[in-house]
């Protein structure tokens, strides 16, 4: 499973809320709750949050092997 925990992280070290994300920067609401209920997103969407992170695709995603 792809776990978006480290997306979070990176905003709080960041100091930038999914508002911010929202409102600067375009990123859709479906956006947001798609990574907050861990579901697919494409590796161009993966691209431009780390674009505007500006951080590595470890710091928005981890996958975690299932039991």
Known sequence: M???EPFYE???KKNITTY???KDHN???SLI???KHNKPISTV???DLCSILDCRVEDIMVYIKDE
């Open 27 to 29: 990123i859709s609401s």
């Open 10 to 12: 990176t905003l709080k």
């Open 45 to 47: 969407t993966l691209n």
């Open 20 to 22: 911010r994300l929202m």
């Open 33 to 35: 709750d798609r990574l």
């Open 2 to 4: 792809i776990s978006y």
